[in-house]
């Protein structure tokens, strides 16, 4: 039950277009949930992360939705940008868990001009 | 302020050699995690230290050792090479707070031949 599975696996937009990213976990003891972006040759940066206590988080251009009855979350990007263009990771972890993250595979987004 | 910094950045070795890899968290920061990234995949955890010890660790088998140094800063030791452990290294830190971010480094890319 440590698992998290994400899709697609890579994804192509067009410049302005949205982009949706999404993940499913299994552990329902899992009660957070961080997004993190890695350009090539880079580590992950933190994106934008939620807490199951709400559905629903918005940051700028980027909104994570939540849904804990279907343990599902999802990432959209809004009015994507070529800039965007990186691979995206949804991760999982738990209280008392310390801060250990079990990440998904990864999702190459390509944003064309 | 200086963020999560890895060295080296690139490394070749043989099968059946050893490897030391380096890391100093971002200031402020106490916890230091390690994660394993092969290619196209999502990080895996390796194992995290705090206050000198080990206190959480992935399934990773026990040629993979680290260590803390009193000044946070912490190595990662792979003995008995094997081509599966070419991967990018990543070390993440994180302030005493419960539950806060993890910051990566810009990893350690490991080649062994």
């Known amino acids: 039950q440590q698992q998290v599975k994400q899709s697609p696996q890579s994804l192509i937009v067009q410049k302005g277009g949205i982009s949706i990213i999404n993940c499913a976990y299994e552990?329902?003891?899992?009660?957070?949930f961080p997004w993190y972006q890695q350009f090539p040759g880079k580590g992950p940066a933190l994106l934008i992360a939620?807490?199951?206590?709400?559905s629903e988080k918005k940051e700028g251009r980027f909104t994570i939705s939540f849904n804990k009855s279907a343990k599902q979350f999802s990432l959209h990007i809004m009015d994507s940008q070529p800039g965007d263009s990186a691979t995206y990771f949804c991760?999982?972890?738990?209280?008392?868990?310390?801060?250990?993250?079990?990440f998904g595979a990864g999702t190459r987004l390509a944003v064309h001009p | 302020d200086a963020g999560v910094t890895q060295s080296p950045t690139h490394l070749i070795k043989t099968r059946g050699q050893q490897v030391t890899l380096r890391c100093s968290p971002k200031s402020g920061h106490d916890t230091v995690s390690w994660y394993q990234q092969a290619l196209g995949q999502g990080p895996q955890f390796i194992f995290q230290?705090?206050?000198?010890?080990?206190?959480q660790r992935g399934n990773f088998p026990d040629r993979f050792s680290g260590h803390q140094f009193p000044n946070y800063s912490s190595e990662l030791n792979v003995n008995a090479l094997l081509l599966g452990d070419s991967a990018l290294y990543l070390c993440a830190s994180s302030p005493p707070s419960y539950n806060s971010p993890l910051h990566f480094g810009n990893g350690t890319r490991l080649t062994v031949t």
């Open positions: 939620i807490r199951p206590d709400v």
């Open positions: 552990n329902t003891a899992f009660d957070y």
């Open positions: 991760a999982a972890s738990r209280s008392g868990g310390y801060n250990k993250l079990i």
């Open positions: 230290y705090y206050e000198e010890e080990e206190r």
